[in-house]
């Protein structure tokens, strides 16, 4: 076979691990609980560790991969991501597990970095096409059948596992990428703007830190106000590294075009609503309607098949429409699907979720693939890597925020519910407070009312269950209408006269592949 089929190979198979690692963890996290003892912040930290390394690494990653080799930096990533996941296999406490995840993300940037570099350096005109939709197809796959897989294995054999398998596939894939891939480097790459990167990745990491930390504490918390003061100033560092650095990783003068910006915005506010709130719809399903990793996942395939339906259609359709009528709607969609997905009780069967699901993800099947061409399209191919590389680290830097911040309003929530549900109750009032904590941390409300009659007990399942539904739609309203608001506004922003004509043609191809 051909070097450049072979390149195809160890690409797509890189990429599916990557991907299927972000969908396949979400129906695991109760196990990984129970299993690890972890509160809810330990769940956050699981999903944010990952998403967090591969948004502040991904534009640094592209920027070593064109200095050094596209081929031995994809074959680092896959060592270093292969490592991570054998370090998650083997974690025996969650803190080690978090730090494992901040490890598979660190590798899974390299190779996201170098993937699309190393299609476009291997093959050519129409090939190069066929290429990018194989490519495209293998990561519409990862995304539908992530969930489907991630409860097989974790209900089947272990949770462990869903991080085990990548290590003989990492393997394979390292083989193939030294022995069959060609080198390729850039004769002009720019140096990486390691001030940017330091800056960027610790301006995040005090955000996301301080988000998670009020759902533990409170939001006028002195070390929670710490955390986004620093996070403020950082981010204000960040900006004047860029504006005056020699090598920036981000050129501002990109968020000038309001396409661009609009794109950003729609990364941004779908990772922060559905795939954010896709981690308390799975705590929701198995810890308080009681259903196992793998019907869970199956239960979510109403979200993922949905996706995979349209997003074929909308790749074709994003060459020959206005992208605006693609992405606007789509966030519509999405907003309505999470607002349905509102109004849960106590007693409110999983069945209740289903037209939510199915409109959420026909809506992300919609904007996916044009999101492309809102990041590539408007720039000059020589900016297209630097572009691209943006709109996937606000994707990523979206589902970071939108689960720690929604979660700390669903904890509030929660915690709120329960004191006020608890208090009038006989003998355990004084104790509300401890119950709704522990009920918050991810521990049986029950150890925390050890003692109290067995009529109260019952009444104190019966508060927690309403409490748990409560908050979760507190954040589906919010969700809903951020990504209502966003799909209003990129309406507008979006506009046809901002792609270049070249740029647009390379757009159009890489919405069709996604």
Not at 339 to 365: C, E, K, N, Q, R
């Amino acid at each position: 076979m051909d070097r450049k089929w072979w390149t195809l190979v160890a690409v797509s198979v890189g990429t599916f691990m990557l991907l299927l690692d972000i969908t396949i963890v979400n129906v695991a996290l109760p196990n990984i609980q129970h299993s690890l003892k972890a509160s809810f912040s330990d769940l956050q930290w699981v999903v944010d560790a990952y998403a967090l390394s591969l948004a502040s690494l991904l534009l640094t990653a592209g920027s070593l991969a064109d200095l050094f080799g596209r081929r031995l930096l994809f074959a680092i990533g896959l060592i270093v991501f292969s490592a991570g996941s054998l370090l998650c296999g083997l974690a025996n406490s969650s803190l080690f597990l978090i730090a494992s995840r901040a490890g598979q993300g660190i590798g899974g940037a390299i190779m996201f970095a170098t993937a699309l570099a190393l299609l476009a350096q291997a093959f050519q005109g129409r090939e190069r096409g066929t290429a990018f939709g194989v490519w495209g197809a293998v990561t519409g796959l990862a995304v539908a059948v992530g969930p489907v897989l991630g409860g097989i294995i974790t209900t089947e054999i272990n949770w462990r596992w869903i991080f085990l398998v990548n290590v003989p596939i990492g393997v394979v894939a390292v083989i193939v990428t030294l022995a069959r891939v060609e080198e390729s480097k850039e004769s002009r790459a720019r140096r990486p703007d390691w001030a940017g990167f330091a800056l960027f990745t610790l301006a995040l990491v005090a955000l996301v830190y301080g988000l998670i930390r009020a759902s533990e504490k409170s939001w006028g918390d002195t070390g929670v106000v710490a955390c986004f003061v620093a996070a403020a100033v950082l981010l204000g560092a960040f900006l004047l590294a860029e504006r005056h650095g020699r090598h920036p990783m981000f050129d501002l003068g990109l968020f000038r075009v309001p396409t661009f910006a609009g794109g950003l915005l729609a990364a941004f506010t779908m990772a922060a609503s559905i795939f954010a709130l896709l981690l308390y719809i799975v705590l929701y399903l198995q810890n308080d309607l009681g259903y196992s990793a793998l019907a869970t996942g199956l239960r979510l395939l109403f979200l993922s098949g949905a996706s995979l339906l349209t997003a074929t259609a909308a790749g074709r359709l994003s060459a020959s429409m206005p992208v605006k009528w693609l992405i606007g709607p789509g966030l519509a969609l999405i907003g309505v699907g999470t607002l349905l997905m509102a109004g849960l009780h106590a007693s409110t069967p999983w069945t209740h979720l289903i037209p939510g699901l199915i409109l959420a993800g026909l809506g992300v099947g919609m904007v996916n693939p044009p999101l492309a061409s809102t990041a590539v399209g408007v720039v000059p191919p020589a900016e297209a890597g630097m572009a691209s590389g943006i709109n996937s680290t606000f994707r990523q830097v979206g589902v970071a925020a939108g689960i720690a911040a929604l979660g700390s309003l669903f904890a509030t929530k929660v915690r709120s519910d329960v004191v006020a549900g608890l208090k009038p109750l006989p003998g355990i009032g004084p104790h509300a407070a401890a119950v709704a904590t522990a009920l918050v941390q991810g521990n049986s409300a029950m150890s925390a009312a050890r003692g109290a009659p067995p009529a109260v007990l019952a009444q104190i399942g019966q508060v927690a269950r309403a409490s748990f539904t409560s908050g979760l739609n507190e954040i589906l309203i919010i969700g809903g209408v951020l990504v209502l608001a966003s799909s209003v506004l990129c309406f507008f922003l979006i506009r046809s006269q901002d792609f270049t004509h070249g740029s647009a043609q390379a757009g159009a191809r890489a919405a069709a592949a996604a």
